[in-house]
């Protein structure tokens, strides 16, 4: 049973920084794209950046130069550096990852459970 777990959120005041983990387990053979998502109350499920097996990266246009993406494949691991922090940023957010395993034929997409970001003074 694949399972990616996420940690690292919590309460920030504006300006400033986290940094979010992600971590894939279970009987994984690859790990294709990585990325995280967000949602906000009441908005739909965003996507604020991505990286490839081979590091090539993608971001949302209300996060560049502020986020940075990250991964390491010897751990399984997606991170997100999260810097100069708004109340927008304020929401849940979720791992995703393209996982070849065990468990089923082919590619699986699988999602963490979410981890709140809060940003607040």
């Known amino acids: 049973q694949v399972q990616l777990v996420e940690s690292g959120g919590g309460l920030v005041q504006p300006g400033g920084s986290l940094r979010l983990s992600c971590a894939a387990s279970?009987?994984?053979?690859?790990?294709?794209?990585m990325a995280w998502y967000r949602q906000a109350p009441g908005k739909q499920r965003e996507l604020v950046a991505a990286?490839?097996?081979?590091?090539?990266?993608n971001y949302a246009d209300s996060v560049k130069g502020r986020f940075t993406i990250s991964r390491d494949n010897a751990k399984n691991t997606v991170y997100l550096q999260i810097n100069s922090l708004k109340p927008e940023d304020t929401a849940v957010y979720y791992c995703?990852?393209?996982?070849?395993?065990?468990?089923?034929?082919?590619?699986?997409?699988?999602w963490g459970q979410g981890t709140q970001v809060t940003v607040s003074s």
């Open positions: 995703n990852a393209q996982i070849g395993s065990a468990s089923r034929a082919g590619v699986g997409d699988y």
């Open positions: 279970g009987s994984i053979f690859s790990i294709n794209a």
């Open positions: 990286i490839t097996s081979g590091g090539s990266t």
